[in-house]
């Protein structure tokens, strides 16, 4: 815990290594440890601390939703029918309570993301350093590191701490899940002036990162929540996760919802009382509309869609943590993407190779050895060059397939182009007898002042010096070159005129030169490394996956921005951005400096237009998302550093990297791409667009069927002034009531979320995240089914009410006894309807005779269920007892099945006006 502010606030990278220990109170022979104790006693242990909720807090706060103030009300409602109304309810009150307590417990889980990702640093921690203390190395655990200590580093380490170099040799830093940088950092002790990025600090390393190779001594800067690491884990910690644009209707919808049942239920309580309606009989009959009135079964069947669909893109690869992303995909229309391992595969791959005044094209990404040359004749000079890379390297590709490398990345990449071409000889160490080897015997290590390296070889008795480097120290170095085979003299200026050609396409470029020395030459002399042979230069770049190119024009074609946030160089992302369809070739990009210089006023402004951000630091990528959410855009944000982290928590959808992902960007994210492939964001679109429409065709089917009841209910109170016979009585019993909403929400409502993908969901725009999921066309049809609904209820009911009471009302007959048969056929007659409506709720703008009828088997099953059940309820005793039914007369089902058939013609009716409608205005 950091108990007073941290040194760290200085720019440490500008200042001398002597003027560091001076700030410091430190020096080359670190601290003492009566010092080091008294600093960590200041500055508190290099650690990084969380505050946590309470389970019981966390648990308490999923009851926060609006879609469980309706269960719970529903509960309350049952609950009171079996108190106060002599029901026996308790079953359905449990049903409910059940459905809150899963709803909750969903919740809960998903809940506290904030504090894994947090949490997930803590894995970034090292446990121990080798540090000076009173003069001496010492071993120590990382914790208790304070400013001023002195670390050894060496390759392979892993940087326990923010630190200022100062001292150096051949030493490179994998920073790749701080900054984005895609090939290792050389690093060196000399002061940066201006105000460097984190990636230009070459003079410094940082908690979390790791040395690739060489050594190292630094001086610690920044401990805990005061490095680079524990700035990153305050974003996180500090950004609030934004509510989807799924979660946000739905709690827009619901607040409407309850509101108006409370208004219907008050009004029919106040026209009972109006119409001098005892007060149990107005109590109940306000209840039975409230029942009616509530989709109890509503959040259960939107958890289950969005579960399915969270299932679908499991098997696509889209691993889902919270389920309303599972839909919110559906309207995203913008994807920020880091390009370091999501655009592109983190492996440096040789594209293109200068040798004999010939360009050669190579193919293949990554270091998988599979790929051509264009052209396939290669010259002499040409296989020189692939041999010097192969042979002068430290590096070894790896696994049966070659497909990951050990060492350098960029000498990986020389290897693997080597190996395309065939050249796979055995390269033995000095003192080896294998025949048919090529020998090193010695070896002049990369150094970032000379910028080259030299190896030594033997073969078949001849001496020969292979020297790779950049290539204007390597072109210094040459007298001649090799064309065609033959040695000729040198045109440094056309050599270096064509790399400064290759660099501009963001190429990272090598060098590669030889020279034969005496048979009796053991090691390399300095004035060997002159009079050179220059055979070529390869040109390696961290290419865009090939999937990835697909996945962007896919999503051109969705109506999905695509932007590129990069800690890499600005040349290199203009390049990549190109390559993958990103933005265009005279759209403005920004650096990490442009960002930095602006308000956020000034980033609003300019954010909509630019397509790529390089030299980006975490803050910055957090600043991008803020500004395109200000502009109502939906944002996807795709990483796997740990500089995404805040980025990924704070976007309307975080996706993180599976395979090449850090454990922190996945606990920030929403979605994890288990293959790591950019196109696969694409299927998950469009099945998150699915997802959605299925949702709203659930609930457009489950309000009318509501809305219907609630209207046999309140126009029962309406009508008892003309209809004094029925004035006791309701059309339907709460009980029947009920058991439509939970039923209907089992066996018709879940089966449509099983509905099959339609037709060029991705040709399509993304939604408006505006929409509202109850717009005008969307009341226009809640109404009429509803109408049609209570019309059909009313008419059954009354008919053959009238006709029970004119054959059989005698003096002290039970009316509500002998108008339960009536009651049957109005509940009949709803449930018919629903089936028949249901068949049309299908599509939501497509006729039902446009679809194969056979294509979702689950709701053939479900309407198959429901008959039967139906069945055994009118005419089985069990039936009978619990939801009051009578079993009814043969002949009356014609009439039924008559008035339940306009279910289905009504909405086919009203989707064919609406689309000649539309197709006279030209929409």
Request: aromatic share 6%; proline share 4%; with cysteine.
């Amino acid at each position: 815990m950091n108990k007073s502010e941290s040194p760290n606030e200085t720019a440490w990278y500008r200042l001398t290594a002597e003027q560091v220990f001076e700030t410091l109170g430190s020096g080359e022979a670190g601290l003492t440890s009566e010092e080091s104790k008294a600093r960590l006693e200041r500055y508190g242990y290099n650690e990084l601390t969380f505050k946590k909720r309470s389970a019981l807090v966390r648990f308490l706060m999923q009851f926060g939703s609006p879609l469980i103030y309706i269960l719970l009300a529903s509960a309350a409602i049952t609950s009171a029918l079996s108190l106060w109304a002599g029901a026996d309810m308790w079953m359905d009150t449990a049903v409910i309570v059940a459905v809150v307590i899963a709803n909750t417990i969903i919740g809960y889980i998903q809940e506290g993301r904030a504090e894994a990702s947090a949490e997930a640093l803590l894995k970034m921690m090292v446990p121990n350093a080798t540090v000076v203390r009173d003069g001496r190395e010492v071993v120590i655990q990382a914790l208790e590191l304070v400013p001023g200590d002195v670390v050894i580093l060496e390759g392979g380490d892993k940087v326990p701490a923010d630190m200022r170099l100062f001292h150096t040799k051949n030493m490179s830093a994998d920073e790749a899940a701080i900054t984005g940088e895609s090939v290792p950092v050389t690093k060196h002790t000399d002061p940066i002036a201006g105000s460097g990025t984190i990636a230009d600090q070459r003079c410094m390393v940082f908690s979390g990162t790791f040395v690739t190779k060489g050594v190292g001594q630094g001086t610690v800067v920044g401990t805990g929540e005061h490095t680079e690491i524990g700035r990153i884990a305050k974003l996180i910690k500090e950004t609030e996760k934004i509510t989807t644009p799924l979660t946000r209707k739905m709690e827009e919808f619901t607040r409407f919802l309850i509101v108006a049942i409370l208004a219907i239920t008050i009004l029919n309580f106040a026209l009972a009382i109006w119409f001098e309606y005892s007060i149990v009989y107005a109590f109940l009959a306000s209840v039975s509309l409230a029942v009616a009135a509530i989709p109890e079964g509503l959040p259960a069947v939107m958890t289950m869609a969005l579960a399915i669909g969270v299932t679908a893109m499991a098997r696509k690869d889209s691993i889902v943590k919270r389920l309303p992303a599972a839909e919110t995909l559906g309207c995203t229309t913008v994807i920020c993407s880091d390009k370091t391992g999501t655009l592109t595969k983190n492996q440096m791959t040789v594209s293109r190779i200068y040798s004999g005044g010939t360009d050669y094209m190579v193919s293949g990404v990554g270091y998988k050895p599979e790929g051509e040359f264009t052209p396939s004749r290669m010259s002499e000079e040409m296989i020189g060059t692939l041999k010097v890379g192969y042979f002068c390297n430290n590096a070894k590709v790896v696994g049966e397939d070659g497909h990951a490398v050990i060492g350098d990345p960029t000498e990986g990449a020389l290897l693997v182009s080597a190996m395309k071409a065939g050249i796979e000889e055995i390269k033995e160490d000095a003192g080896s007898t294998q025949g048919g080897s090529i020998q090193r015997l010695d070896e002049v290590p990369f150094d970032s002042e000379q910028q080259y390296m030299a190896t030594l070889h033997e073969r078949n008795g001849e001496r020969i010096i292979y020297v790779k480097g950049s290539p204007e120290r390597v072109i210094g170095m040459c007298g001649t070159r090799m064309t065609d085979g033959s040695i000729e003299p040198i045109d440094r200026r056309v050599i270096l005129e064509k790399a400064e050609e290759m660099a501009e396409e963001a190429l990272r470029l090598l060098a590669m030169a030889y020279k034969v020395v005496p048979p009796d030459r053991i090691s390399i002399d300095r004035n060997d490394l002159t009079d050179l042979t220059f055979l070529g230069i390869e040109g390696m770049i961290d290419p865009p996956r090939d999937e990835a190119v697909d996945g962007v024009r896919m999503c051109k074609s969705a109506g999905i921005r695509v932007a590129m946030v990069t800690g890499d160089h600005v040349t290199t992302a203009k390049a990549i951005a190109g390559k993958l369809g990103i933005g265009t070739d005279t759209e403005r990009a920004l650096t990490g400096d442009d960002l930095s210089r602006m308000s956020d006023d000034e980033l609003y402004e300019v954010v909509e237009d630019v397509s790529v951000y390089a030299r980006a630091l975490p803050e910055h990528k957090f600043r991008i998302v803020k500004a395109l959410q200000k502009h109502g855009e939906v944002v996807a944000v795709t990483g796997d550093g740990v500089n995404d982290a805040p980025a990924l928590k704070a976007a309307d959808i975080g996706i993180a990297m599976g395979i090449t992902g850090t454990e922190v960007s996945k606990e920030a994210s929403d979605m994890i791409l288990a293959d790591d492939n950019f196109a696969t964001i694409v299927a998950a679109v469009e099945e998150g667009r699915h997802v959605y429409n299925n949702i709203k065709k659930v609930i457009l089917y489950t309000l009318p069927t509501n809305g219907g009841q609630a209207l046999l209910v309140i126009g029962a109170i309406l009508l008892a002034p003309f209809l004094i016979l029925f004035r006791d009585c309701l059309p339907l019993e709460p009980m029947q009531i009920l058991w439509i909403n939970l039923f209907d929400a089992v066996a018709l409502a879940l089966p449509l979320i099983m509905e099959p993908m339609e037709k060029d969901l991705l040709k399509k725009p993304p939604r408006d995240h505006d929409e509202r999921i109850t717009d005008p066309p969307f009341f226009r049809k809640v109404g009429l089914i509803s109408i049609v609904m209570a019309i059909a209820g009313f008419a059954m009911y009354y008919y053959h009410g009238m006709h029970i009471i004119n054959g059989n009302l005698v003096v002290g007959a039970d009316l509500a006894e002998l108008l339960r048969p009536a009651q049957t056929a109005a509940f009949t007659t709803v449930v018919l309807l629903h089936l028949c409506y249901v068949i049309t709720a299908r599509s939501i703008t497509e006729s039902a005779f446009t679809f194969n009828p056979f294509s979702n088997r689950w709701l053939l099953a479900g309407i198959a269920i429901t008959i039967i059940t139906q069945l055994t309820i009118v005419y089985h005793p069990i039936g009978h007892a619990i939801l009051g039914t009578e079993s009814l007369p043969l002949d009356w089902w014609g009439l039924i099945i008559l008035f339940a058939l306009p279910g289905f013609f009504v909405i086919e009716i009203e989707k064919w006006v609406t689309k000649r409608f539309r197709r006279r205005r030209g929409d």
